[in-house]
Every structure is written in structure tokens, then in C-alpha cells.
């Protein structure tokens, strides 16, 4: 069992940046991370990917903007947002899977709130 929890979230102004972090409980280097958000009224939806051999992948709205990485021996997984909009509001979720033989292993933090508003 992997533990996460996010941190990093806030309220900023339009055009600001936050660093999101997401601390596992366990060893995750050989998980896929995933950062998703949840807007108000919406489905939850892919923000950014990062395979455990580094290759990313970003949704269209934030490409550009943020970056996704990973610190495999802190057992960390981040997400930096700059040049944030009000769209980008939203509850920010990591996300850690790994598929083998035997099962598929899916593992969500709680979540943190990203508010960008003026």
C-alpha cells in the first residue's frame, strides 16, 4: 500500500506559479505519476504524465506552463504551474499506477486546492 499526499496548493493571481508536491509513502520509482484536476461541476481530468523513465506527456491547455517531474530516491513527484489562469482553478490530485502480471496497482492522494483569482 502507497500512501500520497499533495501539497502545495493555494490561492495566486492570474500570471502567478505554485509548485505542487506529492510525497509517497513507499518507494514509487517504478510507477507511472499522473497529476489530475478537478474543476467545480466537472470530471476529473489529466493534467500531466510522467512514466518512471521520464518521458512526459501534458494535456493541451497546460502545455508550456507546467512541468512535471519526479524525485525517485525522495520518493517525490512535482508539478510546476507557471503563467496560471483562472481556468486552472481546481482540486489537484497525484496520481501513482503501475501495471504487472499479477494486478494493476492505483494509488490517489486527497487532493489540494489551486485557486487562481484576482
Known amino acids: 500500500q502507497v500512501l500520497l499526499v499533495e501539497s502545495g496548493g493555494g490561492l495566486v493571481q492570474p500570471g502567478g506559479a505554485l509548485r505542487l508536491s506529492c510525497a509517497s509513502s513507499?518507494?514509487?520509482?517504478?510507477?507511472?505519476l499522473g497529476w489530475y484536476r478537478q474543476a467545480p461541476g466537472k470530471q476529473r481530468e489529466l493534467v500531466a504524465l510522467?512514466?518512471?523513465?521520464?518521458?512526459?506527456n501534458y494535456a493541451d491547455s497546460v502545455k508550456g506552463r507546467f512541468a512535471i517531474s519526479r524525485d525517485n530516491a525522495k520518493n517525490t513527484g512535482l508539478l510546476q504551474m507557471n503563467s496560471l489562469k483562472p481556468e486552472d482553478t481546481g482540486v489537484y490530485y497525484c496520481?501513482?499506477?503501475?501495471?504487472?502480471?499479477?494486478?494493476?496497482?492505483?494509488?490517489w492522494g486527497r487532493g489540494t486546492q489551486v485557486t487562481v483569482s484576482s
Open positions: 496520481n501513482a499506477h503501475q501495471t504487472t502480471i499479477e494486478r494493476v496497482y492505483d494509488y
Open positions: 513507499g518507494s514509487i520509482f517504478s510507477f507511472r
Open positions: 510522467i512514466t518512471s523513465a521520464g518521458t512526459t
